[in-house]
């Protein structure tokens, strides 16, 4: 059974919204599985000052690390239809919508702080702030069982209610700086920007004596630039340039250590593409992206040592409408997670062919 109540509010500087649901989850007419959820969003905003507040607090279905992932045996979790805010941000650059972080509907806390500052000529200043966790800590005790242990905040105090720093909890932090706007013409947008995230996405050992944890950090700085040359013809260009750390957080009685899971300390990702669009119809892209380490070669053989690659591809883009496009693709995709216009999907990756797609949207 799913209870759900919102409630949204409009006022003169801004607007307020939040939701609860409580769900209650039955096996052979018993009900032995409880969870619920709670959303909070605010807006407020002045002549140049915007900022923005989300809290999320979601207990639908909370598993220890071993159970997280199960689908089947774990009929508690929350369902698609709910469609549970992610209070996370959308980016739209390649390299940092592939990092974007993926909500936990089942057990997560945490906040999103923005702040936004217009300036003359429609240029504006976007800070982004997101922390989030578990609302439950794991320890794996002495008989190598996994036990809850309550979340420690900066003050010491224990609760749910606020995300942490603990490791054992999956803590999420971003934090996200761009400028962007037009020039005086209102020919050229520009959008640059600087992004740093720490992601605790795997607790693999918590113990008295040991602690492993699987890591994902990266500092990246986008660079977009738009041209209007005429009323027919643009030029769009994009530039991303990452590094990056992949490992894992070791801890053996008092002795700390990472380690990498590439034969370098650092992975440094570049991503270059260009794009020609003509009377909003034709779209004639080119790109190239290359790093220094790419994960997919890990375990192809001992005798790989260089893990360097590069992937280029040219396309063509005919939008018939505005549900309806046809590419024809041909060259190398690196694949992984893509988001655009707030819709994230794994796109596989893809070596020096052609192929063709045809996307459709129904209403």
Not at 17 to 23: E, N, V
Not at 287 to 311: F, K, M, P, Q, V
Request: proline content about 2%.
């Amino acid at each position: 059974m799913l209870t759900n109540l919102r409630f949204e509010k409009f006022y003169n500087k801004g607007e307020m919204y939040f939701s609860f649901a409580h769900k209650e989850s039955e096996i052979n007419t018993q009900k032995n599985d409880r969870g619920n959820g709670f959303y909070f969003s605010n807006i407020n905003f002045s002549d140049k000052w915007t900022f923005v507040t989300n809290y999320r607090r979601y207990r639908f279905d909370i598993q220890n690390p071993i159970n997280k992932g199960n689908i089947v045996n774990n009929h508690a979790r929350a369902l698609d239809l709910q469609q549970s805010p992610t209070g996370y941000y959308q980016h739209n650059f390649k390299l940092l919508s592939r990092n974007s972080k993926q909500v936990n509907l089942n057990d997560e806390v945490g906040i999103e702080l923005e702040l936004a500052r217009s300036f003359k000529n429609s240029n504006t200043l976007v800070i982004n702030y997101i922390k989030s966790s578990s609302t439950t800590g794991w320890h794996f005790n002495e008989n190598s069982v996994w036990q809850r242990e309550p979340l420690t905040t900066t003050f010491g105090t224990s609760n749910s209610l606020f995300p942490t720093n603990d490791k054992d909890s999956y803590p999420y932090d971003e934090i996200f700086i761009e400028l962007n706007g037009y020039d005086k013409s209102q020919n050229i947008f520009y959008s640059v920007g600087f992004d740093f995230f720490y992601d605790t996405f795997a607790v693999l050992n918590n113990s008295d004596t040991r602690e492993a944890f699987e890591v994902n950090r990266a500092i990246t700085i986008p660079l977009l630039l738009n041209i209007s040359l005429n009323e027919i013809w643009n030029i769009e260009m994009q530039i991303e340039m990452q590094r990056a750390q992949k490992g894992f957080e070791l801890k053996n009685e008092n002795e700390s250590s990472f380690s990498s899971i590439f034969n370098t300390k650092y992975q440094y990702n570049n991503y270059l593409s260009i794009s020609a669009n003509f009377k909003q119809k034709w779209t004639f892209s080119l790109s190239h992206e290359r790093t220094n380490a790419d994960e997919s070669l890990i375990g192809e053989g001992s005798d790989i040592i260089d893990l360097s690659n590069s992937w280029d591809s040219f396309s063509i883009g005919y939008k018939f409408d505005s549900d309806d496009s046809l590419q024809v693709f041909y060259g190398s995709l690196r694949g992984g997670l893509d988001c655009t216009n707030g819709v994230c999907r794994y796109i596989q990756s893809f070596d020096d062919g052609l192929r063709i797609d045809y996307t459709s949207n129904f209403n």
